[in-house]
């Protein structure tokens, strides 16, 4: 199965592979009889299948025993789901190739993690990077590792960066939003840890206009605790994404606990997996109950937002030292892509 990034390289892919007599398809959403094809596939009538976007998840071809990444894949999520269709076992299937064409090890921090926990320092006399699940044993080739320590340090992994991001730029063909450096190529993790926060990135890479610049400058604190606060549960992000909701003219204004909870408890409760994680206790149970709802918010996350907050006798303000919609754009995309990521990582 190869991963693709377009219709185009897939469909070119898919006739490169005829022409040296294998059996080889593009099987993308303009492709008429789909279910057919991945009979086909699945009995074994075609080799290699070309895909763009169609076997991320919820299909299940353990046969599959070869991987063609083809396009960059630096999302942890997306390359948890993609690697996973090669990981399902089948009779007479005793381990599964993956063939990177395009440098996915290049965010080797990313890849680690599937894993295991990888350690925070490697030494040159530390053969295993991570700390595998228990009952697991993970080994490494002696080139490999050489390779991981040379692209853990600091000075590599900046370069990385910058490389991702460009690489980003160059193919949206503008400037890649906070959800889009996040999605598409590694969590922002990296940027906020080398430069502050993804905003601080750009600055030192040229690429705000003076107004942003301005606007970053005077609110830099915020931005970075933002990205940065610890997020033990989704409270306190759930809690910013109230403020932010009442749209971009009010948002910075104060709002009570009162105000706060019902937007809290209906999106706890709008999916079924954020009901399970952090929606739990005596607080939720027996439907909605707005007095104990914005206790629990004056308890927590009230009292724990951070320094760019302050709480007045059960009203939540925020200190926004200058105004505009660039902050509030990266606000929005940030606290989003937290949440997000806070309960797929749970999960």
């Not at 320094?307 to 940030?334: C, E, M």
Request: with cysteine; net charge negative.
């Amino acid at each position: 199965m190869g991963f693709c990034s377009s219709i185009r390289q897939a469909e070119y892919l898919a006739q490169t592979f005829r022409e040296m007599g294998h059996q080889a398809i593009a099987l993308t959403g303009q492709t008429v009889n789909r279910r057919e094809r991945i009979q086909e596939f699945e009995q074994g009538a075609l080799e290699i299948v070309f895909t763009v976007d169609l076997f991320n998840e919820g299909v299940d071809i353990p046969k599959v025993d070869t991987l063609l990444f083809c396009r960059p894949t630096e999302s942890i999520a997306i390359y948890t789901q993609q690697i996973g269709r090669g990981l399902r076992l089948a009779n007479e299937k005793s381990h599964c190739v993956i063939i990177d064409l395009i440098g996915n090890y290049k965010n080797v921090e990313t890849k680690l993690m599937l894993l295991g926990t990888v350690k925070d320092k490697l030494t040159r006399n530390d053969w295993e990077p991570i700390i595998p699940p228990k009952g697991c044993i993970i080994e490494f080739d002696t080139q490999a590792l050489n390779i991981i320590h040379r692209m853990r340090q600091p000075n590599q992994r900046k370069l990385r960066l910058i490389e991702s991001y460009e690489q980003l730029k160059l193919d949206l063909g503008r400037r890649p939003t906070y959800v889009e450096i996040g999605q598409l190529t590694a969590v922002p993790t990296g940027y906020k840890q080398e430069w502050g926060s993804y905003v601080g990135f750009l600055k030192e890479q040229g690429e705000l206009t003076d107004e942003e610049v301005e606007t970053y400058d005077a609110n830099r604190e915020l931005i970075e605790q933002v990205e940065k606060t610890v997020m033990n549960r989704s409270y306190k992000m759930v809690v910013l994404l109230a403020m932010l909701e009442r749209g971009e003219e009010r948002w910075m204004e104060p709002i009570t606990a009162t105000e706060v909870a019902p937007f809290f408890y209906e999106y706890l409760h709008a999916e079924k997996y954020r009901e399970v994680k952090d929606a739990q206790g005596k607080v939720f149970e027996n439907g909605y109950n707005e007095s104990k709802i914005a206790a629990l918010l004056k308890k927590m996350p009230f009292s724990n937002m951070g320094d760019s907050f302050f709480v007045d006798d059960g009203t939540l303000s925020i200190k926004v030292v200058k105004k505009s919609r660039f902050l509030y754009k990266i606000l929005h995309d940030a606290t989003l892509f937290r949440i997000n990521l806070y309960f797929l990582v749970s999960d």
